[in-house]
């Protein structure tokens, strides 16, 4: 639950780069987080759920005891294949010590993670896993071929390398993300973007315009699985949303299939695993499957229950207004509320009960109270058919905006 999250800050970060164009800004952050809004709302669904059933564990737990399942091939690699040996001339890592300190080695806990030796003469073979390369009883063997690649033999600290790809990758992420803006905004303007709007966001003829979500859901799987990555995918549909090419109802339905898609790819992993280590590790791939099924059977059958394209709506509105909006939803949904929920969770389940519960009842108030508001304000009382009656730096962003103005104009 935690990686579907996580790995939608990329499509965020990618939104950013169309700040300069305020409405482009609007459709390209709603694009991008209308997959944050759908992964938040299934968990704080599926989460609990879990926590009191075990109902995607027993699922896939009998799935996995039903079947005779053995070991395959690896999972291929399409995308891997051009990006793998660029990257090896950046940075290899020592999977051996990955290992040890998965397995609760103190001894690899003082290695480097930077792969220095790239051919070893042993084997180890360790607590019933293999691991090539490494030298038996978690002990390196003797190193035969240097590695090539820029870190090798680099006077420098894991965290210090670490912290240098960070920075170059986020720069040339950036660069290519504002490189690919520009082309789009050339190429896909005038008749070319009208014909292509028109082919992706029509629906089929009646009586069956509502399957045309699910082709769009089947396509985002197909798409994702080809390159094995639902951050590809993602992240380049949402310079597309930006630039008006893809409405943000058919990107949701995209969305959504490349969810599925990226849970195949990790099911074909799962099969490569050792014999002994094959159970646990399909067990989690359809664990990963059923929370974006579950979630998609929530969310987007009935229209009424397709929250995540309002939310995302309202996101994109709030960040055209205020674009330093969008540097503080980064910081909140994938910083601080996630650092806050494990610091909750390791102080103990009554202690995060005792906090979680009212925030997220509080939480549930304040969005009925805002449908009412907006929908029906004559069933609510007088004084909550507005949030004047509270302080303005409850109910409106304008306090803030004008103290980070004034923060930026010094600057």
Not at 86 to 109: F, P, S, Y
Not at 307 to 324: N, Q, S
Request: hydrophobic share 50%.
């Amino acid at each position: 639950m935690g990686s579907n999250i996580g790995t939608s800050v990329t499509n965020t970060i990618v939104a950013m780069m169309q700040a300069a164009e305020r409405t482009e800004f609007q459709r390209a952050f709603a694009g991008a987080t209308i997959h944050d809004c759908f992964n938040w709302l299934s968990v704080v669904v599926l989460l609990p759920l879990e926590v009191v059933s075990g109902l995607m564990t027993r699922l896939s737990h009998l799935l996995v005891t039903r079947f005779r399942l053995q070991p395959g091939e690896e999972a291929p690699e399409l995308l891997k294949v051009i990006t793998e040996p660029v990257t090896k001339l950046i940075i290899q890592l020592d999977k051996c010590v990955i290992t040890g300190i998965a397995m609760g080695n103190e001894d690899m806990r003082n290695r480097s993670l930077v792969r220095e030796w790239c051919q070893t003469d042993l084997v180890m073979s360790t607590d019933n896993v293999s691991t090539e390369n490494c030298g038996p009883s978690h002990n390196l063997s003797q190193p035969s071929v240097k590695c090539r690649h820029l870190f090798v033999s680099a006077p420098l600290s894991d965290l210090t390398v670490g912290l240098i790809l960070l920075a170059a990758s986020l720069a040339v992420l950036c660069t290519c993300l504002l490189l690919l803006v520009k082309l789009l905004n050339s190429l896909l303007k005038g008749q070319v973007a009208k014909v292509i709007h028109k082919v992706i966001n029509t629906d089929l003829p009646y009586p069956f315009g509502w399957l045309a979500g699910y082709m769009a859901m089947f396509v985002g799987a197909g798409v994702t699985f080809v390159v094995q990555s639902s951050s590809v995918f993602t992240s380049a549909m949402t310079p597309l949303v930006g630039i008006g090419v893809i409405s943000l109802e058919r990107a949701y339905p995209l969305t959504l299939g490349s969810n599925i898609g990226t849970t195949a790819t990790a099911l074909l992993a799962a099969l490569a695993s050792p014999g002994n280590k094959l159970a646990a590790a399909i067990q989690i791939a359809l664990c990963h499957l059923f929370f974006n099924v579950f979630g998609i059977l929530l969310w987007y059958p009935l229209p009424f229950m397709r929250l995540p394209i309002r939310m995302a709506h309202v996101l994109g509105e709030r960040t055209a207004k205020y674009r330093w909006f969008a540097v503080l939803y980064l910081l909140l949904c994938f910083l601080l509320l996630p650092s806050l929920v494990l610091g909750l969770s390791l102080a103990g389940w009554r202690v995060m009960a005792g906090v979680g519960a009212p925030f997220l009842g509080v939480t549930v108030f304040i969005a009925m109270v805002n449908v009412l508001q907006s929908r029906s304000p004559r069933h609510l009382p007088a004084k909550l058919q507005s949030w004047d009656f509270l302080p303005q730096w409850m109910h409106s962003l304008k306090p803030l905006d004008r103290m980070i103005t004034k923060a930026t104009v010094c600057c």
